[in-house]
T-cell receptor, first 119, second 118 residues
């Protein structure tokens, strides 16, 4: 079973469109994240949600809006897509509490990434 | 703000040999966590090993071990008996242990691309 799953894996779209990337985790974690990996492979935090509450919002354009309907989901909606938004977007989750023998706190588990290409 | 530096953009190692990837970081905090993540061509981010700053003992996971030098703020990854499947991008990452916003994010280095030569 996939622990952190994000869909779609690939997203090709035109400039100006609005798109969403979905993320779900089945680990019982209370914290979820979105990271952006640019063309040079640099990974940077975008958002962090803890118990559905926004904790971190880095200097990301307000065209990006995360939505957390519940603790297991953190979706990323992007309005008016621009060429510079092309990147790989990773969802991750973690817990600050011990969640069982197989999981260790403070470790972030990542999804497989979504490659967004804006044409 | 914390920074993580990986000074080797690319490294290569002969199969079955040992390679060490470097990582240094800058922080004013005394308690934190350090991680090495692996990203193979499949793009998946896979945790390789982690280290708590308060532990003096270096972490080890099978063929992977770290050399954690807290005073020098250095956290290198050693891969022994390298295998073809070890070829990937390796990212060093830092996470604060405080209770504030810093504990909710990983700060990554720019990565080291490791090639394994058969």
């Amino acid at each position: 079973d996939t622990a952190v799953s994000q869909t779609p894996k690939y997203l090709v779209t035109q400039m100006g469109n609005d798109k969403s990337i979905k993320c779900e985790q089945n680990l019982g974690h209370d914290t979820m994240y979105w990271y952006k990996q640019d063309s040079k492979k640099f990974l940077k935090i975008m958002f962090s949600y803890n118990n559905k509450e926004l904790i971190i919002n880095e200097t990301v354009p307000n065209r990006f809006s995360p939505k957390s309907p519940d603790k297991a989901h953190l979706n990323l909606h992007i309005n008016s897509l621009e060429l510079g938004d092309s990147a790989v977007y990773f969802c991750a989750s973690s817990t600050l509490r011990l969640a069982g023998a197989l999981l260790a706190k403070n470790i972030q588990y990542f999804g497989a990434g979504t490659r967004l290409s804006v044409l | 703000a914390q920074t993580v530096t990986q000074s080797q953009p690319e490294m290569s190692v002969q199969e079955a040999e040992t390679v060490t990837l470097s990582c240094t970081y800058d922080t004013s905090e005394s308690d934190y966590y350090l991680f090495w993540y692996k990203q193979p061509p499949s793009r998946q981010m896979i945790l390789v090993i982690r280290q708590e700053a308060y532990k003096q003992q270096n972490a080890t996971e099978n063929r992977f071990s770290v050399n954690f030098q807290k005073a020098a703020k250095s956290f290198s990854l050693k891969i022994s008996d390298s295998q073809l499947g070890d070829a990937a991008m390796y990212f060093c990452a830092y996470r604060s242990a405080d209770s504030g916003a810093g504990s909710y994010q990983l700060t990554f280095g720019k990565g080291t691309k490791l090639s394994v030569i058969p």
